[in-house]
Structures are given as C-alpha cells and as structure tokens.
Nanobody, 124 residues
Framework: QVQLVESGGGLVQAGGSLRLSCAAS????????MGWFRQAPGKEREFVAA????????SNADSVKGRFTVSRDKSKNTVYLQMNSLKPEDTAVYYC?????????????????WGQGTQVTVSS
C-alpha cells in the first residue's frame, strides 16, 4: 500500500522560505509521477507542481513559477517542494500525491494516492 507522509510546514513571514518533504513508501515509484497540491480555506484544492519520478522532469503552476521548485531524491524515496519568496496567498494545506504513469498532470482526479497534508501559513 502506497503511503505518503508530508512534513516541513509551519508559520513563516512573507518573503521567507520553507521546504516541504514527502516521504513515500509501500512500493518502488519507478513509472510514477508525484505531485504537490494545496487547498486554502474555502477554496478548491489546486495543482502546485509535479515531477516524473524517473526522469526528474517537472512542471509548475503559473502562480508559483520562479518561486517554487519540486525535486526528488530516489535514494530516500522522498519528494521535496522548495518554496521561496512566500506570499500570504500561499497559505494553505499542502498535499503530496502520486499517480501511476510518467506524465505530468495537473488534474487532481488523476492522482490515486494522497498524504494527510501539512499546513503552511504565511504572515504579512
């Protein structure tokens, strides 16, 4: 059974940085794509970034381009989201997700596995 556990969230001032981690277990992730999504209060969950496990190819939402970077460490079975120049509008619960298939996808419903989420709060 695939398990995804996020960590690294917290409270940070605007302009600051955080690095989220997603520890993945339960299988080998060859052939998978890993994604990061976020959900702010009263809003729908939205795509943030994705990475193809094998190749390391990435994609980002327009709202975070130039500020957020997704990466993975195969030896640790961990995916990261480095978040720089944080803004109050980045405040949300951030979720790690996994889908079978090496294709970058921003559609929430294509991801079969989800973590429990980690809270990120950016103060102004």
């Amino acid at each position: 059974q695939v398990q995804l556990v996020e960590s690294g969230g917290g409270l940070v001032q605007a302009g600051g940085s955080l690095r989220l981690s997603c520890a993945a277990s339960g299988r080998t992730f060859t052939g998978y794509t890993m994604g990061w999504f976020r959900q702010a209060p009263g809003k729908e969950r939205e795509f943030v970034a994705a990475i193809i496990w094998n190749s390391g190819t990435t994609s980002n939402a327009d709202s975070v381009k130039g500020r957020f970077t997704v990466s993975r460490d195969k030896s640790k079975n961990t995916v990261y989201l480095q978040m720089n120049s944080l803004k109050p509008e980045d405040t949300a619960v951030y979720y790690c997700a996994a889908k079978l298939g090496a294709a970058l996808q921003s559609v929430l419903g294509t991801y079969a596995y989800w973590g429990q989420g980690t809270q990120v709060t950016v103060s102004s």
